[in-house]
């Protein structure tokens, strides 16, 4: 273990970044549009980067700071996350008044009325702007791609829905040896993040294991048997929406 003050995505990625930088990390698909996207880990690393950059820079935050995110299992939700623990900030998954910032969709919006500052998320596969944003929105696309892609934290506390970093990560690698998972995994997911302990399950443990991940959303069970073997899947973690 390295000191206390290591945030989640440090000991996530640094691991990762020293073995195999390039290999894919995150491989995303959206059966309802068709979409495939690949990151590596350094591709994550480097959204990360600019979106630890955002959230300090921008927005102010620091360290033990509360940030709202109302997001789907998606790449750019993946990377956002990992943002935000690089900032130190605490990461909820739903409405919340004291959060400093929401993370949301466009249909989320309404959910987070009460919070201060609202950053919006097109989820587009090309990283278009939001279409529509209302008055005093952030289109968190255009504003995250002007900050670096190199950052250094500050700090770490609280992680994740009121669970400091270390035991975030003792239940990652707890979930990734209940489910078997080892570096040399494809673990193919159509589960959400939706709690902490689906997002623990489903994103962290894959992750806090060296393994990576095919996440699909709105799955067609048709496709099923060919991606396991398109993508060399080896573990498969087909969960109930």
Partial sequence: MRELNQTVTEALLDPILARDPGGPRITYYDDSTGARIELSALTL???AAKTANLLRDEFGLTPGARVAV????H???AAALLGCWWAGVEVVLQPDADAELALVTLDRVDDVAEVAEVAVLSLDPMGAPVRGLPVG???FATAVRTHGDRFHPGGAGVALSGLPVAEVLNRARKSAARQGFTADDRVLSEGGWGTPGELIDGLLA???SG?????VVDADPAQRDHRRASERVTMMRVLPR
Wanted: aromatic share 14%; charged share 5%.
């Fill in 45 to 47: 690393a480097n959204w």
């Fill in 70 to 73: 109302l997001l789907p299992a």
């Fill in 75 to 77: 790449w750019q939700t």
């Fill in 137 to 139: 929105l952030t289109d």
């Fill in 206 to 208: 894959v992750w806090s």
């Fill in 211 to 215: 393994a990576s991940l095919v996440q």
